[in-house]
T-cell receptor
Framework: RKEVEQDPGPFNVPEGATVAFNCTYS??????FFWYRQDCRKEPKLLMS???SGNEDGRFTAQLNRASQYISLLIRDSKLSDSATYLC???????????????FGRGTSLIVHP | DAGVTQSPTHLIKTRGQHVTLRCSPI?????VSWYQQVLGQGPQFIFQ???????GRGNFPDRFSARQFPNYSSELNVNALLLGDSALYLC???????????FGPGTRLLVL
């Protein structure tokens, strides 16, 4: 089983739709979680951190479920400009305990069409 | 403020050669991480440096090495290049090793 798994998609949705992505992780000791957005041939850009209590930023809501070991991203009222690849990142403390090792999922492709 | 900068933007090398990639972090950031991203995959963690010391290492062969300088900039070196090393190499900086990371535009390496 991969450490961090994402459905690669693509998710093809019309403008205005609500879409949700999940990201599962295998290491229960994972400490921190993030969602990044990556446009074609560009670098990843931070979208939001993910907290146990859940957090919202405008149309975007992120949730963490530690019991089931997954994080989710919900996008409401999709815009054409939301078309991108969404990457989840899971940080796990290293064996030596001195640092965090970040593990990215392969990303989920979202295509929003008119 | 300038973001993370990387050089060169593109590079073509042949098998067996070595390459040095450079990264300047956001001003005030002391942590630099390196990633390799191949098409269709997420970035894979190679190294993290903080205060000039290696703080984390991913599952990459010893052909990959890195260092961080007193001004917090960093170099990634890859020796004995293989075709499979062709990828986008991303650098990310943060205020500390556990802080949010911000990515540079990357260096596209093609090994022929």
């Amino acid at each position: 089983r991969k450490e961090v798994e994402q459905d690669p998609g693509p998710f093809n949705v019309p403008e205005g739709a609500t879409v949700a992505f999940n990201c599962t992780y295998s290491n229960s000791a994972s400490q921190s979680f993030f969602w990044y957005r990556q446009d074609c041939r560009k670098e990843p850009k931070l979208l939001m951190s993910v907290y146990s209590s859940g957090n919202e930023d405008g149309r975007f809501t992120a949730q963490l479920n530690r019991a089931s070991q997954y994080i989710s991203l919900l996008i409401r009222d999709s815009k054409l400009s939301d078309s991108a690849t969404y990457l989840c990142v899971v940080n796990t403390i290293s064996r030596s305990g001195g640092s965090y090792i970040p593990t990215f999922g392969r990303g989920t492709s979202l295509i929003v069409h008119p | 403020d300038a973001g993370v900068t990387q050089s060169p933007t593109h590079l073509i090398k042949t098998r067996g050669q070595h390459v040095t990639l450079r990264c300047s972090p956001i001003s005030g950031h002391k942590s630099v991480s390196w990633y390799q991203q191949v098409l269709g995959q997420g970035p894979q963690f190679i190294f993290q440096y903080y205060e000039k010391e290696e703080r984390g290492r991913g599952n990459f062969p010893d052909r990959f090495s890195a260092r961080q300088f007193p001004n917090y900039s960093s170099e990634l070196n890859v020796n004995a290049l293989l075709l499979g090393d062709s990828a986008l190499y991303l650098c990310a900086s943060g205020q500390g090793p556990q802080e949010t990371q911000y990515f540079g535009p990357g260096t596209r390496l093609l090994v022929l």
